[in-house]
Structures are given as C-alpha cells and as structure tokens.
C-alpha cells in the first residue's frame, strides 16, 4: 500500500518535510499533515528540495520536527535509521 515517496523539504521552510512522487507532469505532495497537493513540475523544482536527514519512513518526522507520543507528551527518537519510536511501536504490533 506504501507508494514510493520521496523526502523533499520546502525550500521556504525547510522544517517541513513532504514525501512526493512524480505523477504524469506533476508531482504528489503529501504533507504530514495528510494534506495532498498536485503540483507542476515547474512550481515544484521552485518550491521544494530534496531531503537528505534523518526522516521517518513511515510518518515522515525529521529532528527539526519529531512527532510526539499521545501517552507520554515526549518527542520521538530514532530507533532505526529512518524508523522513529512512535511509528515503530505501530509497526511492532502490525506484524
Ligand atoms: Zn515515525
Ligand atoms: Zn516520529
């Protein structure tokens, strides 16, 4: 179910974090917030660039912007080398 996404940070925010993929002549924006964009190809190579930090693989969370845990209000931390703890309790009990 996990389409190929690649990291790419807004290059006017470089906190934020998005996994895109090409689509035709446009690209697919998924923000972590879940908020899908199609963006043209030309507004794209303007707009973002490519990630290369630590970022989770599943929820896309990076240092800059780690996610927190619900029960204990902490950031997350890095378990694998792109596998943060919040996500990697999900995948532990996924099978
Ligand atoms: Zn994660
Ligand atoms: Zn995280």
């Known amino acids: 179910m996990n389409a190929e ?8 925010n470089p906190s934020v974090v998005v996994g895109a993929r090409r689509l035709g002549e446009s690209w697919l924006v998924a923000k972590r917030t879940a908020v899908v964009t199609l963006v043209g190809d030309d507004e794209f190579a303007e707009k973002y660039e490519p990630f290369d930090g630590p970022c989770c693989r599943v929820c896309g969370c990076t240092d800059e912007d780690a996610c927190m845990n619900p029960i204990t209000g902490c950031p997350c931390f890095w378990v ?8 990697a309790a999900g995948e532990a009990s996924d099978g």
């Open 5 to 12: 996404m690649t990291r790419f940070t807004e290059k006017s």
């Open 80 to 87: 694998e080398e792109d596998l943060c703890s919040a996500c």
